[in-house]
């Protein structure tokens, strides 16, 4: 019996340090922007996402005002495979012709989208879906680079839409499909749209969930995550080939942000349950916190 209640004292006594340790954090965030790209293992475990649906509405319940951006990647190529067409990959980037961009647009703005607004609006919050295309959000131009047809990227956001429905309360969660000024429609990568967004609504943070603990000083190690970074030292660690792959892109997307004004930009593991929670109302958080100089700690 005394066991059972010194555990009970224990889980009584880390239940309050945890609220205790939020309290700063939802008064320091109350009324700011956060940017959520979502993605990766997170969007495809069935639980995993609805710890992130709950965390998501848990921020707007306590004053954050989130914004989610989102791809769906495995969800494209489940319908290629459906409609007998074969994912293609050039450089990293999907190969998307016109067959392929009709799968991607139906995919992402027609069906993912509308699942996770579904799931935000019956976890509590009014959710609305968005793409690129509405209100001319996000005007597109194609990359440049030849043989991967509709793969766009972004010229310039128009937020006054989201902010509108910030301010009234909703969520937006914005698919990372846009066009041209022609209406020609564009597969934009959902990193580089966050990152957009973020920047032109000069966000509190941009955080991404991916499937990886974050940025390691050795790949193969989680126990060498880095936890605060600034500009430098993340161009220091792609010069010297720590930081490769498809987590350069990540980072330079961070990057940019911060150069436009963003506060700080994380790179957090999805996979962990309440990653989002953790990494912004905790002292130690979870993942890597990227900041300009000037914010270093």
Known sequence: MTNLSEYYKEAEATRVRVLSEALPYIQKFANRTIVIKY???????????AGVIRDIVFLSCVGVR?????????????????????????????????????????????????????LINQAGCAAVGLCGKDANLI????????????????????????????????????S????????????????????????????????????????????QDPSTLLTQLDIKKVRDLIAQGIVSGGMIPKVNCCVRSLAQGVKAAHILDGRIPHALLLEIFTDEGIGSMIVASEYMT
């Open 39 to 49: 993605g990766g293992a997170a969007m495809k475990d069935g639980r995993l996402k």
């Open 66 to 118: 989130p914004v989610v951006v989102h791809g769906g990647g495995p969800e494209i190529n489940t319908w290629l495979d459906k409609l007998g067409i074969e994912p293609q990959f050039k450089d990293g980037l999907r190969v998307t012709d016109a067959n392929t961009m009709d799968v991607v647009e139906m995919v992402l703005v027609g069906r993912v989208n509308k699942q996770l607004v579904s």
């Open 139 to 174: 005007q597109a131009r194609p990359v440049g680079r030849e043989g991967i047809g509709f793969v766009g990227e972004v010229t310039s956001v128009d937020t006054s839409l989201i902010e509108s429905l910030v301010n009234y309360g909703y969520v937006p969660v914005i």
């Open 176 to 219: 990372s499909v846009a066009a041209d000024k022609t209406g020609q429609a564009y597969n934009i990568n959902a990193d580089t749209v966050a990152g957009e967004i973020a920047a032109a609504l000069q966000a509190e943070k941009l955080i991404l969930l991916t499937d990886t603990p974050g940025i390691l000083e050795n790949y």
